[in-house]
């Protein structure tokens, strides 16, 4: 069993900046991809980003450029770097790993980016 907590999440101006993090229970040294995705009222759940165990990135479009997904393999920590949000950004965003064939999924964290 895996569990995944999010954290970070929050209220943002436009043009602001938030880091997400993602504490997972147990070793993440030797998990693959990790990823962020999010999910908007009324949208369908996304990719944002995703990292490989050689931190190989890969972003959604509307995405690049702006957020940077790394990995902390001593302290079992993902983050997700956001920057120059906008209000299409809002959403609640979820970590997820897969482990021996397992997909695991954290709670979310809601941003919203409003003025």
């Known amino acids: 069993q895996v569990q995944l907590v999010e954290s970070g999440g929050g209220l943002v101006q436009p043009g602001g900046s938030l880091r997400l993090s993602c504490v997972v229970s147990r070793s993440i040294f030797s998990m693959d991809d990790m990823g962020w995705y999010r999910q908007a009222p009324g949208k369908e759940r996304e990719l944002v980003a995703r990292?490989?165990?050689?931190?190989?990135?890969n972003y959604a479009d509307s995405v690049n450029g702006r957020f940077t997904i790394s990995r902390d393999n001593l302290k079992n920590t993902v983050y997700l770097q956001m920057n120059n949000l906008k209000p299409e950004d809002t959403a609640v965003y979820y970590c997820k790993t897969a482990f021996r064939g397992y997909d695991y999924w954290g709670q979310g964290t809601q941003v919203t980016v409003s003025s």
């Open positions: 990292i490989s165990g050689p931190g190989n990135r």
